[in-house]
């Protein structure tokens, strides 16, 4: 089965190609495959999969990457609209049944 | 319970000073998984403290993070026990921890695993090198099969606050003695709420790759229409006196919005949908919900007054 893409061209994810050293970790880190090496460069190649997880842009070591972080959970929003202050507890991403942490 | 475990250096069988070192979350599933995944192979398990969040969440809330890393490192005296640089962290703990930043502030090299810890044992096998494949996050059916109870439970709970409301309106307003009208009226209504919840908990997650659509809220008014017209098509096929169609149209308004409001929460525990895009699903997603719920409902007690 192919890879899940959510909505396209939403994600604020920005690579900086002329300040990249080709170091190669992000293709390392990111959990979707966004990036491929173009000749000791990065490039991005599906960035619609992107669900801005901020790996890449953290480990970047020159600060080529920035994305706008953020958990992709609707309870999220609806809880820091009503005021409620722990704004990212919905997060079960790991299928553990009842044992879930949060929430 | 207890779901926690105490953070700091942990021996798995008997490690030396060369013997590699994974650093994990104090949540119990996850140094268990661990611990069972590296069954036989002497190393060293770094537990850091996320107050017993997973890898994944932990990261994504810093509590997993460069500095946490950097501190337990010094704390427990990782280095005169072993007499190399080298740390090996799940690949899902990178939102967090700055692989760089670490290496200046310890001295110690990040290198990320694979996702799954269950790839560990190859990717030792092949000398730390990860495939394509152990690199990414996908969400296999069983994965999200997994996490219905979950959502269900919590649906379920809401749905048992209501009901009694629904049978009560349904007496109140339907024709005939109260009892008759309630259960007529009211087992109808059931039925199709618990389509719209089942729609938006169930097969939302199950079909969420092949139901149309890309917002979620989308695939949940999808799953909606699977479950929901057959349910109709029995009750029309059947003895049950059929309700009139503006009664069957308003629950259908009301189920489907439910169904799209549990499918959007799904985004939730999905692990390929961006902040940017719930953000945009919502906009639109949640006045849809809003006015299905509304106009449902005020379309439901007036054909229930009206019959
Ligand atoms: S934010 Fe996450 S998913 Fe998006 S490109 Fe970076 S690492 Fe990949
Ligand atoms: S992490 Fe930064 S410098 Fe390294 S390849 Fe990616 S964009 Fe280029």
């Given at each position: 089965?192919?890879?899940?893409?959510?909505?396209?061209?939403?994600?604020?994810?920005?690579?900086?190609?002329?300040?990249?050293?080709?170091?190669?970790?992000c293709l390392t880190v990111c959990p979707h495959g966004i990036f491929y090496l173009n000749e000791r460069h990065a490039r991005i190649s599906n960035r619609d999969a992107c669900m801005e997880c901020g790996a890449c842009a953290k480990n970047c070591p020159v600060e080529a990457i920035s994305v706008k972080t953020g958990v992709g959970c609707a309870i999220a929003f609806i809880?820091?609209?009503?005021?409620?202050?722990?704004?990212?507890?919905?997060?079960?991403?790991?299928?553990?049944?009842?044992?879930?942490?949060?929430? | 319970m207890s779901f926690t475990v105490d953070p700091g250096l942990y021996a798995l069988g008997s490690p030396d000073r060369h013997s590699p070192v994974f650093v994990t979350a104090n949540y119990k599933m996850s140094f268990d998984r661990l611990r069972n995944d590296l069954k036989n192979r002497d190393s060293w398990l770094l537990v850091l403290n996320t107050q017993g969040i997973n890898v994944w969440c932990a990261a994504g809330k810093g509590s997993f993070g460069t500095d946490e890393l950097s501190e337990r490192i010094h704390t427990s005296g990782l280095s005169r026990i072993i007499s190399h640089k080298d740390l090996i962290l799940p690949q899902l703990s990178a939102p967090g921890v700055s692989a760089h930043v670490v290496h200046k502030n310890t001295g110690f090299n990040v290198r990320f695993g694979p996702v799954r810890s269950s790839d560990l044992p190859a990717f030792i096998d092949s000398g730390y090198k990860a495939t394509p494949e152990m690199r990414l996050k996908n969400f296999p059916i069983m994965d999200r099969a997994a996490l219905i109870p979950m959502e269900l439970i919590i649906a379920m709970k809401w749905m048992l606050i209501i009901f009694p409301f629904v049978f009560m309106l349904s007496g109140l307003f339907g024709s005939g003695p109260f009892l008759s009208a309630a259960i007529r009226h009211g087992f109808f209504a059931a039925v199709m709420l618990t389509g719209g919840m089942t729609a938006g908990t169930i097969i939302a997650p199950l079909l969420l790759p092949w139901l149309p659509g890309r917002a979620f809220a989308m695939k949940g008014f999808s799953a909606a229409v699977i479950v929901l017209l057959p349910l109709l098509g029995l009750f029309s096929a059947t003895s049950y006196p059929f309700p009139a169609f503006a009664e069957a149209f308003s629950l259908f308004l009301i189920s489907s919005g439910v169904a799209m409001f549990l499918a959007m929460n799904f985004t939730g525990s999905s692990t390929f949908t961006s902040s940017s895009g719930v953000r945009k699903e919502m906009k639109w997603a949640v006045p849809i919900q809003i006015g299905c719920g509304i106009i449902g409902f005020g379309m439901w007690v007036w054909t229930l007054y009206a019959a």
């Open positions: 089965m192919g890879q899940f893409i959510y909505l396209k061209n939403v994600t604020t994810l920005m690579l900086d190609e002329k300040k990249c050293v080709g170091c190669g970790i809880n820091s609209f009503l005021g409620r202050s722990d704004s990212s507890c919905c997060c079960v991403i790991e299928p553990v049944g009842k044992e879930s942490t949060c929430c | -």
